[in-house]
């Protein structure tokens, strides 16, 4: 028989890689859940539709797509908001305002793997559906802050870099640009970060012919501040626009995370259903990929079928942060996988490790013994390969005195006990 | 646009739905870390040809396969020991033995939904590769039945029904059987349990031409215990296959579940690739579909590709599950979503709340609060909506003193602190 390999930018997570993945996603749910998220998730496929319909085209390109006995056409889905889009719309007065909920789906997109980037791959996502107040806004950047901080990160480490893209069309409308152009500056602008300022001006010629307009392009790029910004700003939409994304980081300094944030206005977040502010969380040498892309979408629930509901959220990978986290020396080290290890040097005392073990595993404790009754140097080897923090070993002194001898597998030290005592009392 | 609804046959999981997930994970992850197992865990899809090769066919034939961009053919996964194997094959020279793993994956097959079964499910694995002990298959029921004892579930609410293939092999060839027949009386027993006694000898009469045959195996199916068995083992391999089903029964005795087990000729586990020891597990009442079923599988690592290892594990699925668990009134209710909400009673004060709401947060308390500056009477109909302990109100006293009112929401109670306080100690 043929050995079949795993399916190329998939992992497989054996327990080593899953200990990692445990303790990423408990720090997740610990900080959705302290900041009052309640936890939801979905099927892995859902009608084709449901993704061609709304999501950016480059999700909507990348789908692995299959057909159910009927014929249907279904697809493993590429990102969960459409999901939880759907969900909302289908109990929509049934659920209490704002809706606060996060997931940690596992998702699945048909692109070429390379570093950061996977074919499969898991996505916190938190969102606020119902809420047009700056505060939702505000509070998921808080969650995902608070998350990075709580494995370690400083805010010399990562930032939060944060535009609307309300005020970017505002802006860009009240500058002379068609609104049919807009969708041409998001894709330019959103490759701003990557490329050299040269290839930039070459790129911006290219799509913007108009020599008056690109050098408005060109201007507005280059702005640093919110107070760059308001000289810009001669509508009064973007005026508005404006002045929500000012209260936002008033909220964010409020929080005290504001030497987290910092304003970008060259983040769009691509062709996607953003509507209001939008952003990016990078770490702070710019080396690798966003580890997590979030913003407004207050059009996308209606878009599905559902009412006119605003909604906001972020997601954020497992690929991208994980590389961090190594690079940065903060992957938690494994505990001890076992409390105890039993070991038996006699063929006679099998019954009485078997007992133990289930009586101490019924007390809660961690606890292996040997499958067989090998010489006592062979048996002693399991502990310490199966990450045991003590070996109790029956031997002589059972048989004779009804007693076991504890080692301590850090320390060496060893000491006996009744085994009436283990039994009843436990290891500690 | 069109509103697109959930593929049938899955489920969506609302927060409500999530928690009872989440409680039978935990409860299914703490039962196989205190006996010994690892987590593991493996991409959603395989190359198809993983599964055409060893699964039963009635798996075969319910795989949602896809196609990648390469033109190659994958597959989501209908069950994971044919992963499982995969994975153990890459790195069985690296791997401690015994290995004693458990996953908890998402698996999918394109069946027709029906009571119990759904085209999406979730199912433990638990399974031991290395190891021909007899307390190998021992420790696998073993740690099944230690979860269902761990939500409630007693002996009378539950069986695991036991038999061997090897033996059942065994015992056909030594009574005339030829080899190619075994797989036609496999799936006959199977069907066994589930038609009446004389629709069964119709079944067999069709599938077993031979009178004299057919007689030995009505004598067979109707046996009841390892005794009449053993009056009818006139080989060698009969009485081996006897000896160890017998020892198996011994492990379980001495572990203490002997209630939990019971000795039935008819289980077979379908025309999967099982070698040895085969269990189902079954509610009392036999209303519902197994709960969970497995056995030893020596031959599957060997037929992918691998050595020749040994192997014994068990599936339980989450849908049977939780439709007992619910029959029997053992879900457990949930807990207060939040520690506390805050709620302030004037606009003023709407950055105290905020530091507030955030302080308890780093102290890990769950906190929520409210967006808008509504009235007080509104503002209070959220934490009870949101399933708050209690509700920390910041008004008058919180302007004039400083102080602020904890409400408990269960009792009514009602106390006066200072915010310092509250902002220093944490809530409790």
Do not use: H
Not at 77 to 100: C, D, F, G, H, W
Not at 293 to 301: A, I, K, Q, S, V
Not at 379 to 390: D, E, I, N, T
């Amino acid at each position: 028989m043929d050995k079949v390999a795993a399916v190329k930018g998939t992992r497989d997570f054996y327990p080593e890689q899953m200990a990692v993945r445990n303790w990423i996603f408990d720090a997740w749910r610990a900080a959705s859940l302290r900041n009052g998220f309640e936890e939801y998730d979905a099927p892995i496929f859902e009608y084709l539709q449901l993704y061609t319909q709304k999501s950016g085209e480059e999700i909507a390109a990348q789908l692995f797509s299959l057909t159910d006995r009927g014929g249907r056409e279904l697809a493993i889905r590429p990102e969960i908001t459409p999901t939880l889009a759907r969900m909302v719309n289908q109990k929509i007065n049934a659920l209490a305002r704002p809706i606060k909920w996060f997931s940690i789906p596992r998702l699945c997109r048909a692109e070429r793997p390379q570093k950061g980037r996977l074919r499969e791959f898991f996505q916190w996502n938190v969102d606020i559906i119902g809420s047009d107040e700056v505060l939702a806004d505000a509070e998921c950047i808080y969650t995902a802050v608070d998350f990075l901080r709580s494995v370690g990160l400083k805010d010399n480490d990562i930032v939060v870099k944060l535009s609307s893209r309300s005020m970017l069309a505002a802006l860009l409308l009240s500058q002379g640009f068609a609104p049919k152009q807009l969708d041409t500056v998001y894709v330019l602008l959103d490759k701003r970060a990557k490329v050299p300022e040269d290839k930039f001006g070459e790129m911006a010629a290219e799509q913007i012919p108009d020599a008056a307009l690109r050098d408005k392009l060109l201007t507005l790029q280059a702005v640093q501040s919110l107070e760059e910004v308001e000289k810009l700003c001669n509508s009064d939409q973007a005026q508005t626009a404006l002045s929500q994304l000012s209260d936002l980081f008033n909220c964010l300094n409020t929080m005290g995370i504001a030497a987290f944030c910092q304003f970008d206005i060259t983040i769009v977040r691509g062709l996607a259903y953003y509507t209001g502010p939008v952003y990016e969380i990078f770490d702070c040498s710019a080396e690798l990929r966003a580890l997590a892309g979030g913003g407004r979408y207050d059009n996308l629930l209606s878009g599905l079928g559902g009412s006119q509901v605003p909604a906001t959220g972020f997601g954020m990978g497992d690929v991208v942060l994980q590389i961090l986290l190594e690079e940065k020396g903060l992957i938690a080290s494994q505990n001890n996988k076992l409390d105890a290890f039993v070991v038996a040097t006699d063929k006679s005392l099998f019954d009485q490790s078997l007992q133990l073990t289930g009586a101490l595993r019924q007390k809660g404790f961690k606890v292996d013994l040997s499958y067989k009754q090998s010489g006592l140097g062979k048996q002693l080897k399991q502990p310490a390969a199966q990450r045991a923090a003590s070996v109790l070993i029956l031997g002589e002194e059972t048989l004779n005195e009804n007693k076991v001898t504890i080692k301590n597998m850090a320390s060496g030290e060893q000491k006996t006990v009744s085994l009436d005592t283990l039994l009843e009392k436990g290891l500690f």
